[in-house]
């Protein structure tokens, strides 16, 4: 078996969030495959181009929707724009699942938040449709999300839906100056907007997501609000290169994070080494 031979996936729909950023939703080509594919809430994948390379992304859709898989990624390089170029029905390579999980099993019978900035949305949107989509077995979840800019938010269409449910409580904003006439949600850099929501840390659990300045500011305020080390877990997928643990770039210390991550709480964060 070749590990970096790709299973080829069609693209069935292209849905841009932002100027920079699009949504592609994949199915397998082999029927077999697409029947038999299975993954869990935070794990990766690789997608290639052919001819151009791969990238990695997280798998943004959640488990408990089966038949296809989505993936959200903004155009800054080589791969990334020669996704941007294609259309419904191109073939696309992908391989994994790869990594680990976000616990639900863990999680169940507990309160949730989740805490996402900018781009780092659809790790976290991948968590947040498997809780939903499994709805009352959890007690309350909060979702905690913001962008440089309104233009800046993905998954627009989503967060009008999750607004609405009685069962959701949504705090959405955008930083200082990003916001537009119309805007009705905060203004204010996440770390603020999460003090302002205070969720209670008794009995829950966080997943934070986002640019590592977010999470270095955010990670402190959650503490502060009475979440323990080992309730609160970030991905590190953008660390990823080859997905194997061949390559050596996802090493910080002993960890690779391809092979023992990208999910991590931060009490296993707080084990790596200082420069990370």
């Given at each position: 078996m070749n590990l970096y031979q790709p299973h080829l996936m069609r693209i069935d729909e292209i849905t841009d969030e932002t100027p920079d950023t699009r949504s592609l939703r994949l199915t397998f080509r082999d029927p077999a495959v697409r029947e038999s594919f299975r993954f869990a809430a935070g794990q990766f994948g690789e997608y290639s181009v052919f001819g151009e390379g791969e990238s990695t992304f997280?798998?943004?859709?959640?488990p408990t929707r089966q038949g296809y898989i989505e993936c959200c990624f903004r155009g800054v390089g080589k791969v990334t724009h020669a996704l941007r170029?294609?259309?419904?029905?191109?073939?696309?390579g992908f391989r994994g699942?790869?990594?680990?999980?976000?616990?639900?099993e863990r999680m169940k019978g507990h309160s949730i938040?989740?805490?996402?900035?900018g781009i780092a949305l659809p790790p976290v949107r991948?968590?947040?449709?498997?809780v939903l989509d499994l709805r009352g077995e959890f007690k309350d979840v909060t979702i905690i999300y913001g962008a440089k800019t309104v233009s800046d938010l993905v998954y627009k269409r989503e967060l009008a839906d999750w607004s609405s449910r009685p069962d959701v409580k949504l705090w959405q904003a955008v930083d200082p100056g990003g916001q537009t006439p119309d805007w009705k949600g905060?203004?204010?850099?996440?770390?603020?907007?999460?003090?302002?929501?205070a969720p209670s840390?008794?009995?829950?659990?966080?997943?934070?997501?986002?640019?590592?300045?977010?999470?270095?500011?955010?990670?402190?305020?959650?503490?502060?609000?009475?979440?323990?080390?080992?309730?609160?877990?970030?991905?590190?997928e953008n660390r990823m290169k080859c997905g194997l643990g061949k390559c050596g770039r996802c090493n910080i210390g002993p960890v690779?994070?391809?092979?023992?991550?990208?999910?991590?709480?931060?009490?296993?964060?707080?084990?790596?080494?200082q420069e990370f």
């Open positions: 997280c798998i943004a859709s959640p170029r294609l259309r419904v029905g191109d073939t696309v699942p790869y990594g680990n999980s976000f616990p639900l938040v989740f805490v996402a900035g991948c968590v947040i449709w498997n905060e203004v204010g850099l996440i770390p603020k907007i999460v003090e302002k929501a840390g008794e009995d829950a659990f966080a997943v934070v997501c986002g640019p590592p300045v977010m999470i270095k500011y955010t990670l402190p305020v959650l503490s502060k609000l009475g979440f323990a080390d080992d309730h609160v877990y970030t991905t590190l690779y994070v391809c092979k023992d991550g990208p999910v991590f709480t931060l009490a296993q964060i707080k084990q790596l080494p």
